[in-house]
């Protein structure tokens, strides 16, 4: 029987040393991931068409009511979505001055502005306390502020128009500043108590160290680094009380000192028969774009301060 002698190794025959060769394996291109690609196109593609329908069933109903405050009441009863033939802007300057939008205007502003000054102070000294400072009760408090998120404002009304009642504060702007400022501290408390135990502490134990004491620690170092989570919480809060309706008409019954949310359901309500829907759309657009530009304006720290966190 024949037999297949070994080949000598490379040192017998005179060769130099080196690898003995294996078989060959043949290199094949790796293929394309065609099915991740064509899953993530269309995703987006999914993704951005529920933003265009979500997009335009927010931006319609905006532009409706703005151009239909443009409009006379035949041309908003007869062609509800035509464009107006003129731009009536009698009905601006009628919803001003004589349903007394500018009076309902001036009162919000004033509650609105002290009551969101009032809140971001409180609320920014309270939850700077809560979140960097330990001490017996610390985690107590904090749940009371969190519990305070979850009750509900109609429960509190009758016992807080006592008590309004009691301290002279009824039917006045500050009894008024300072409802709304309860009813938003609950909430600031909780987003910024969160956003500080984010801020790093070796800036403020640096500006210990250099002699600074807590409170302008806090003023001059820690609440300018919180800018981003003071302007957003400042704005849910300004869209809270600017569109607040429960609590004044249970506290402020003064036709002199009413705010917007009562001077457009007073409007509403006031024609009766007459039917001055030109200057009703032409109150709600006055109430809406001050909503709007303030939106516009913070959009960037508002997405800035609700991403801080889990950036960090």
Known sequence: MKTTDTPPPAEQR???????????????????????????????????????IWAILVVLPLLWAVMTSFKDDNSILSSPWALPDKLHFENW?????????????????????????????LGSMAAYVLARFEFPGNRFIYFLFVAGMSFPIMLALVPLFYVMNNM???????????????????????FLTSFFRTLPTSIAEAAFV?????????????????????????????????????????????????VLAQGLVELATSQG?????????????????????AYIIFQRQVVQGLTAGALK
């Open 168 to 190: 002279a504060l009824l039917n006045t702007l500050p009894g008024l500043i300072l409802a709304y400022i309860a009813y938003s501290l609950p909430f600031t408390v909780f």
């Open 273 to 293: 028969y007459k039917g001055d829907w030109s200057g009703l759309f032409a109150g709600l657009v006055m109430a809406m774009l001050p909503v709007l530009a």
């Open 210 to 258: 250099d002699g600074a004491s807590h409170t302008r620690t806090f003023f001059q170092i820690m609440l300018p680094m919180a800018k981003p989570g003071l302007i957003s919480v400042g704005i849910f809060n300004f869209l809270g009380q600017w569109n607040q309706y429960m609590l004044p008409t249970v506290l402020n019954t003064d036709p002199d000192k009413r």
């Open 14 to 52: 005179g060769g130099p040393a080196g690898p003995v060769p294996g078989p060959r394996v043949a290199k094949h291109d790796a293929a394309p991931e065609t099915g991740k690609d064509v899953t993530g196109s269309t995703l987006n593609v999914f993704s951005h068409g529920v933003l265009i």
């Open 93 to 121: 300057s009628r919803a001003w001055s004589q349903a007394h939008m500018s009076d309902y205007f001036a009162n919000t502003l004033i509650v609105v502005g002290c009551s969101l000054v009032g809140t971001l102070v």
